[in-house]
């Protein structure tokens, strides 16, 4: 890992929004590791205790069930807190076509609160989860920020607005605030199960259980897949190792690669023995045909230096899935 080496300030204090969630739960982890004492804040909505049961017993960890969209709660929450990592938030694109007032709600206005509430209390930073949705339909590859193209979802319009109110809680009130634009994030702890899971854990789940396995479309759309391991080293540096140059803005975290569908699918079968062929069907709403990120930005602004491509991480990835249905089965008496 290349942030295994990184050196944090004594007592630093910080604060994982959805700490509970896929991504804030291996966040935790890693800062935990590094000394850092963690409160970690979910409403359960999306995050699973099981996600970080193995903290609870840490002197240096604190959970707290709530609400960003609660915002004198969150008020008194970070006071004390040195940095703020900004993980809450719903996901999904269709499912914000069907639902965009509860994504308004939930991803602007609760990301609003966060800004507000660490601009008050004099925060050191609040690095916040983006999207590569925020790119719409530029056909422009690979993705490079600045070169944005029309928005396709409301999902997209709500990480959109949280960069340009980031940039203006910078520009007005001096608040340190970075947003990472996350390309695809797969590994584990991320839930296999609902109608709007990712597309890795609902193969991996097709595979191992033998049920069907949908792809959009032909299968030729590509994704430039991220190992969960590199987003946590993309927020800590840019948390301890960015400056001035770095605040108000905007940058991708990805591994830099394209994969596309049919080869996602097929790298998983192999692994895993599966015979398992794919049931083809009608391109999604709102989903964006191709995703490559240009990932100079954060090298040169953070040195960022992802350590995982995504045949390093799809192994991981399956070997903890291997686990997690070994482990449900034998609960489901299966």
């Known amino acids: 890992m290349s942030y295994s080496n990184l050196i944090i300030p004594e ?17 935790c982890d890693a800062l935990i590791k590094l000394g850092a004492k963690v409160i970690c804040l979910d409403n359960f909505s999306n995050g699973k205790k099981e996600n970080i049961n193995h903290l609870l017993s840490n002197r240096n960890f604190r959970l707290i069930k709530g609400d960003i969209c609660n915002f004198n709660r969150l008020l008194k929450i970070t006071k004390g807190v040195d940095y703020i990592f900004h993980e809450a938030a719903w996901g999904s694109v269709p499912r914000s076509i069907s639902m965009p007032q509860f994504y308004e709600l939930n991803n602007v206005s609760g990301t609003l609160n966060v800004f507000e509430a660490a601009k008050r209390n004099g925060i050191k930073k609040v690095i916040y989860a983006s999207s590569s949705s925020v790119y719409g ?8 920020e600045g070169a944005e193209g029309e928005l396709l979802s409301p999902y997209a319009l709500t990480k959109r607005t949280d960069e340009e109110y980031g940039r203006l809680y910078y520009k007005l009130y001096g608040l340190p605030t970075i947003g ?3 390309f695809n994030v797969f590994g584990k702890r991320q839930d ?12 991996v789940k097709a595979c191992i259980k033998k049920e069907p396995a949908y792809i959009n479309g032909d299968g030729s759309y590509s994704r430039d897949f991220t190992y969960v391991e590199n987003v ?31 080869e996602l699918f097929n790298s998983i079968a192999s692994l ?5 062929k794919p049931i083809y069907r009608d391109i999604r709403k709102g989903d964006i045909p191709h995703s490559n990120a240009d990932i100079s930005k954060a090298r040169n602004g953070f040195g960022y230096d992802p ?3 995504f045949n390093d991480g799809i192994k991981l990835a399956i070997d903890w899935y291997k686990d997690y249905f070994s482990k449900w089965c034998i609960l489901s008496n299966l």
């Open 192 to 203: 296999p199960n609902g109608q709007y899971a990712a597309v890795i854990p609902l193969f």
């Open 137 to 144: 339909d530029s056909e422009v590859l690979p993705k490079k």
């Open 11 to 27: 007592n630093t204090t910080v604060m994982v929004t959805g700490g509970a969630g896929f991504i804030g739960s291996n966040l």
């Open 232 to 262: 946590v080293e993309a927020n800590l540096k840019a948390a301890f190792c960015s400056d001035e140059k770095c605040y108000g803005e905007a940058f991708n975290i990805a591994y830099g690669g394209r994969v596309t569908i049919n």
């Open 307 to 309: 350590s995982y491509s």
């Open 180 to 182: 990472l634009r996350y």
């Open 272 to 276: 895993l023995g599966s015979e398992q």
